[in-house]
């Protein structure tokens, strides 16, 4: 079975700074999806970005860009210009490449960002 | 708007009663989920249904049934067996195929007393 670990229970930065949230995970496969998802207080988890284990170009959307490590098992997630809306929970979640099956995500356990003005 | 909408939001039972939490979507999304999410934790796996008619256990089941009777619809049961009810819980839907793009709901928050 596949594990995520996020071993930072929470992160703090100054607004306008980056911060850089670590996720590792362990898998026997060699295809499968990362991402990582917000959990703002009302609670809706937000998509932030999804990486693809085939692509070797680490995946980008606007401030947020990740690091992925295959070899490492190693995706982190880094923020730029951190705004007061970034503040939340932050999940990494795997998802094995299984060709159209429908199985679930795992998430790691999560990372409570805090955003200081 | 298309989405995906749980009710309610809030959800307060007594001991011993079994619960049903409501999920659909108007996406016309073949995949959906259901998650248990408690605090400290990410979300883990109850069930997940492929097409009409069929779903599989995730990673919790025990202590949860569901059914797929229409398209949009994938009910949530609670039952009595389920030792720690107290807990929030996410639907989600996502095309078939396209398991990795999954759409979230609002989620209810879910307390046994």
């Known amino acids: 079975a596949q594990t995520v670990t996020q071993s930072q229970p929470e992160m703090s930065v100054q607004e306008a700074e980056t911060v850089t949230l670590s996720c590792t995970y362990d898998t026997s496969e060699s295809d499968y999806y990362l991402f990582w998802y917000k959990q703002p207080p009302s609670r809706q988890m937000i998509l932030v970005i999804r990486q693809e284990a085939y692509k070797q170009q680490n995946a980008t959307e606007n401030r947020f860009s990740v690091n992925f490590q295959k070899a490492a098992k190693s995706f982190s997630l880094k923020i730029s210009d951190s705004q007061l809306g970034d503040a939340a929970m932050y999940f990494c979640?795997?998802?094995?490449?299984?060709?159209?099956?429908?199985?679930?995500?795992?998430f790691g356990k999560g990372t409570h960002l805090i955003i200081q003005p | 708007d298309g989405g995906i909408t749980q009710s309610p939001k809030y959800l307060f039972r007594k001991e011993g009663q079994n619960v049903t939490l409501s999920c659909e979507q108007n996406?016309?999304?073949?995949?959906m989920y259901w998650y248990r999410q408690d605090p400290g934790q990410g979300l883990r796996l109850i069930y997940y249904?492929?097409?009409?008619?069929?779903?599989q256990k995730g990673d919790i089941a025990e202590g949860y049934s569901v059914s797929r009777e229409k398209k949009e619809s994938f009910p949530l049961t609670v039952t009595s067996a389920q030792k720690n009810p107290t807990a929030f819980y996410l639907c989600a839907s996502s095309i078939a195929g396209r398991a990795y793009e999954q759409y979230f709901g609002p989620g209810t928050r879910l307390t046994v007393t």
């Open positions: 996406l016309n999304h073949d995949a």
């Open positions: 979640a795997y998802r094995s490449y299984s060709g159209g099956g429908a199985d679930g995500l795992t």
């Open positions: 249904s492929q097409i009409v008619n069929d779903f």
